[in-house]
């Protein structure tokens, strides 16, 4: 059987990598295998492009991350109510953060769609909706590119709303579980992270929050 370069090159970069944490740290791996205490659970999308160690300075154990296409939080979602369980019931985690970015392949196929890939069009149907609700206002912006950015802002704020929604969310506030949440964009073009305001007082009026937080 014949095997390629690219993934050979995956386990000698592993080789590589072992040798060099140990060599700056020979008590690294003793450490790492110790139980995990994030205080971070990431929603993020799959986009090969966005490592989250590396654009957030994180090292393993320092980010409990879930992925899936465009960033969504689908209530029906075992996987990731499943998830976010663990990560508050379980590693007390106090920070969850959504977090996109522009020029997203997953938010482009839910204006545009995918030909016969319909499967992913299903999955990101909520974003679909969500532009079809605030149409007049993006198709207002004019430039595609910069349509396609807001639109990528408003599903992060909605999955992050969604968050919320969920029964381990409002369970946790009940039982005054100290959480913070973030809706973060990554700029591709920059590198940066945007920190998104989030619509707090909306929430509070839709029981979502807490009236102290």
């Not at 995990?36 to 799959?46: E, T, V």
């Not at 590693?91 to 204006?111: D, M, T």
């Not at 639109?151 to 009940?174: D, G």
């Amino acid at each position: 059987m014949i095997q390629h370069n690219d993934y050979i090159d995956l386990l000698k970069n592993n080789v590589l990598w072992a040798v060099e944490k140990l060599k700056t740290d020979p008590s690294y791996f003793a450490e790492l295998s110790l139980p995990q205490k994030p205080n971070f659970l990431f929603i993020g999308c799959s986009d090969s492009r966005i490592p989250l160690d590396m654009i957030t300075g994180s090292e393993p154990g320092e980010l409990f991350v879930h992925r899936n296409i465009a960033n969504q939080v689908n209530l029906t979602d075992i996987n990731l109510l499943s998830i976010i369980e663990y990560a508050v019931e379980i590693l007390n985690i106090e920070h969850i953060i959504v977090l996109g970015h522009y020029k997203c392949g997953g938010v482009k196929a839910a204006v545009e769609g995918l030909n016969e890939e319909d499967i992913v069009e299903n999955w990101v149907s909520q974003i679909s909706d969500l532009y079809h609700y605030h149409k007049k206002e993006l198709e207002a912006i004019g430039d595609k590119t910069k349509m396609y950015d807001r639109l990528s802002e408003m599903n992060v704020i909605v999955q992050l709303k969604n968050v919320l929604r969920t029964p381990i969310i409002q369970r946790a506030f009940r039982n005054k579980k100290k959480l913070w949440f973030h809706g973060w964009i990554f700029d591709i073009n920059s590198g940066l992270i945007n920190d998104l305001p989030l619509p707090l007082d909306e929430w509070k009026e839709l029981d979502l929050l807490p009236e102290d937080y």
